[in-house]
C-alpha cells in the first residue's frame, strides 16, 4: 500500500463526519455487504442507513470523532477512533462519548467501511 494509512483513515473519518453533521446519506460510505456493530447489527448499507436514522431520530445529530490509530493490514486500513454525539431535540445539551472502529477496503478509488464497530 503507497498511501500512508493514518492519511487514508483522517479522509475517511472527514468524510464521515461531515455527512452525518450535515444530515447527509451516509450509507454511501459503506461498501454494499458492509457490517455495523452496535447496540444491533446491521448488514448491506439499506439496513446500516436505516440504524443510522433511527440514532439520528433519537436526537443525536452531531458528532466530534478523533482518530486514534489507524495502520494497514494487508489491503485494509485499520482505525481506532474516540468520539463525541452530541444532541439535539428532546436530548438537546447531552453529550455521549465513546469508541469506534472501522476497517477500510479500497473498492475502485475510494475507501470505503467493510466493517464498523461502536460503543
Sequence with gaps: MSENPHQIAA?????????????GAISALYTADSVLVGYRTAVGK?????????IREQ????????????????SVVVV???YTAIAS????GQTRDGKSSHVLALIGDTWLSAMHTTT
Excluded at 439499506?46 to 433511527?54: E, F, K, P, R, V
Excluded at 431535540?89 to 438537546?92: F, P, S, T
Aim: neutral net charge.
Design 11 to 23: 479522509d475517511y473519518i472527514d468524510r464521515w463526519q461531515k455527512l452525518w453533521n450535515e444530515q
Design 46 to 54: 439499506a439496513d446500516i442507513a436505516a440504524l443510522l436514522q433511527s
Design 59 to 74: 436526537g443525536w445529530t452531531g458528532i466530534t470523532i478523533k482518530v486514534v490509530n489507524a495502520r494497514a493490514v494487508a
Design 80 to 82: 481506532a477512533c474516540e
Design 89 to 92: 431535540g428532546r436530548n438537546a
